[in-house]
Nanobody, 116 residues
């Protein structure tokens, strides 16, 4: 069955870095666009970063531009989110999503907390 498993979250001080990973299985990973979303308490889930199936096109939300980078390794069926210069407002549960046409699959999320 389809699985998306996020990892790499945790507690980090402001200005620190984390790298999130999302390992995919149960579908043809290289055929799907991948995205990272986040949801902070009391807020809507928002798109953070997007990467096309072959990694040519990426999109980064203005709020994280210059600090976050999305990448993928189709040989490892994994998408990454490198997060640098983290701020307290980046605190949220981070989710990865796979999409192809009308098919959407979500992971269970990983908590990122930025606090001193």
């Amino acid at each position: 069955q389809v699985q998306l498993v996020e990892s790499g979250g945790g507690l980090v001080q402001p200005g620190g870095s984390l790298r999130l990973s999302c390992a995919a299985s149960g579908f043809t990973f290289s055929s799907y666009a991948m995205s990272w979303y986040r949801q902070a308490p009391g807020k809507e889930r928002e798109l953070v970063a997007y990467i096309h199936s072959i990694g040519v096109i990426t999109t980064i939300a203005d709020s994280v531009k210059g600090r976050f980078t999305i990448s993928r390794d189709n040989a490892k069926n994994t998408v990454y989110l490198q997060m640098n210069s983290l701020k307290p407002e980046d605190t949220a549960v981070y989710y990865c999503k796979a999409r192809r046409g009308s098919e959407n699959y979500w992971g269970q999320g990983t908590q990122v907390t930025v606090s001193s």
